[in-house]
């Protein structure tokens, strides 16, 4: 599903408004990592990030890659 299709070229959108209709697109699609997507929106892809985003962000990716890494030794590994 084509982003351009969900934005409104008749009248222009707030940057919230923006980043709230990619955001729902990339949701939507089965391709995307949820956990990786929820990090990005919560810590880096809002309209005032923290002065900490990025290490925020950092942190919590690799907390993620090493529980995901931890459920694959172990065998619970689910399909992300």
Known sequence: ???NNQISAESPDLPADVVAKILSSLREDKKT???LLTILSTRILTM??????VP?????????A???SESIEDGTANQH
């Open 1 to 3: 599903m084509p982003l």
């Open 33 to 35: 990592d949820g956990a």
């Open 48 to 53: 005032h990030p923290q002065a900490t985003a």
């Open 56 to 64: 925020d962000a950092l942190r919590d990716i690799e907390q993620l």
């Open 66 to 68: 090493s529980a995901r």
